[in-house]
């Protein structure tokens, strides 16, 4: 027989079910709650409430593990492309040799971007951040495609928009990267792979067609586009999945997804890393004197890239980037003060109590920064990486949302606003 729980509300008892996760995880369903009792639950930031079940990502916070589709992480982003962990993540299955051919070639077909995009494109100001041109893009695309917005459409029309959102990404990304130095777009090679051809979209010139980016840069990227692909209910992915719920389409959810990305708590914090590193630096690197501040409850200052809503361990993503880190700068010959102070930051912060009592360690953006920097990004365009690597995610999870015909997500709150009053004229205020 299946566990209930009993909860005793006002005398009256009431037998709740509990869902159990295939990793052991457990759920007290309260869907009937209301409708029994008339209480709700209140849990602000949702930190013990569970919006979903899904088949997507695993993750165990307390033991540092992250599955997608029951593969670690650290298999995927040893052994995959990130388009093979895409369509895991997408349709559940790796797929096979032919699986992937197909998936590629379906892609290389709707790289390029409408130009009536590229004229709206031009249109934004220089200088704007690359994460508020990315998602006004995204949206934009909703204006160019407007028979697939039906989310109850058949599944061919929604796959061509999933097809046509990976491919018009890396384009996109690329076209803002150029636009940000001034220099022509590069249009996508359909004869590259994925990661390849992005890179040579932002790196390489109109006027060197045969320019290739340098193995090691493609490998990285690759590892890191993997390492952000999903992350099951973060703050983006919920946010794609409540827009989605309203069945808004595919292009509007995602761009809701890159706005909640943008944010320094969530994806913004690589460009934060970055910054808090270079501050720093030129503050002449006592870093115990930062690691006070961060300590300081009167200080606002918080240790960037450290601490994680589900993680009480080490990210398992974090490790697998500072190693990538070290590979990538030595590769390249490059030596970066920046990263001897990311690694004492990191050694002192592990080592003080109250870092260790709250079981704060380093995220996935402490170390992806220098990578990317090294890489020749600059720190600005850090959180359009991130996005352009999360996009899979953020699609499975709309996929699943929907395919599951989950009802429209509505919190409820819990009213502490003033009483009815009698209304105030204007002459008597
Ligand atoms: N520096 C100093 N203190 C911290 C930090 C930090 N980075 N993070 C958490 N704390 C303290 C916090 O002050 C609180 O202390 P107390 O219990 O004394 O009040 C305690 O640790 C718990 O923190 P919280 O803010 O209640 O935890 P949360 O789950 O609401 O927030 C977080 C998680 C990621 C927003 C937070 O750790 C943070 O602000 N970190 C810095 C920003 C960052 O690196 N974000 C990237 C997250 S990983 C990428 C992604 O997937 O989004």
Redesign the pocket.
Known sequence: MSETVKIILEGKEIELPVILGSEGEKAIDINKLRDLTGYITLDI?Y?NTGATTSKITFLDGEEGILRHRGYSIEELADKCSFLEVSYLLLHGELPTEAQLKDFEDKISEHTLVNEGLEAMFKAFPTGSHPMGQLSSMISALSLFYPKSLNPHRDEDAINRTVIRLLAKMPTICAMIYKKRHGHPIVFPRNNMDYVTNYLNMTFGQVTEPDYTPDPVIVSAMNKLLILHAD?EQ???ASTVRMVGSSQSNLYSSISAGINA?WG???????Q??LEMLEQIKEDGGDVEKWINK??D?NDS??????????YKNF?PRAKIIKKACDDVLEKLGVSDPILEIAKKLEETALNDP??VE?K?FP????YSGIIYRALGFPTDFFTVL?ALGRLPGWISQWQEMRREKQPIARPRQIYTGEAPRPFVAMKDR
């Open positions: 930031g930190k992350h973060n703050c983006s990305l320094p708590l969530h994806g913004g914090a690589n934060e890393v961060a300590k409850k200052f918080r240790l960037m890239g450290f601490g994680h809503r589900v990210d109250y870092f709250r704060l995220n996935v953006d402490f991130f």
